[in-house]
């Protein structure tokens, strides 16, 4: 099985939907922009948002077995695919690589 590294690539905040729709929250995401994760053996690395690997893990468990080209030719390298998490209003874009 393959490591997969799963970089922040983008943090997007909505503010006019989370001033319409969301109650207040005194914690929201931690993620950083350009932080890096490494998943092996696709299990969820120590410290990243259990949220967000709920979308994230179907994707990183097949490039950990091999898949890859997903959607055909989605992505300009066959084995990755640019995943966000579900958050609607501060929504964090992840980078998935499978590495060598």
């Known amino acids: 099985m393959k490591k997969c ?5 983008r943090k997007a905040r ?8 969301e109650n207040p929250i005194t914690h929201a995401c931690d993620m950083r ?4 994760f ?6 969820r690395p120590e410290g990243f948002c259990e949220s967000a690997w709920q979308n994230l893990y179907p994707f ?15 992505m300009k390298n066959r084995r990755s ?8 209003f501060r929504p964090v874009s992840f980078l998935i690589e499978a590495e060598e």
Do not use: H, P, Q
């Open 5 to 9: 590294r799963i970089t922040v690539v």
């Open 81 to 88: 695919a640019m995943i966000s998490c579900n958050d609607g």
């Open 33 to 36: 922009e350009g932080e890096t």
């Open 14 to 21: 909505y503010d006019d939907l989370i001033e319409k729709y």
């Open 38 to 43: 490494l998943s092996t053996g696709a299990e």
């Open 60 to 74: 990183v468990f097949a490039l950990a077995n091999g898949a890859e080209n997903f959607f055909d030719g989605w």
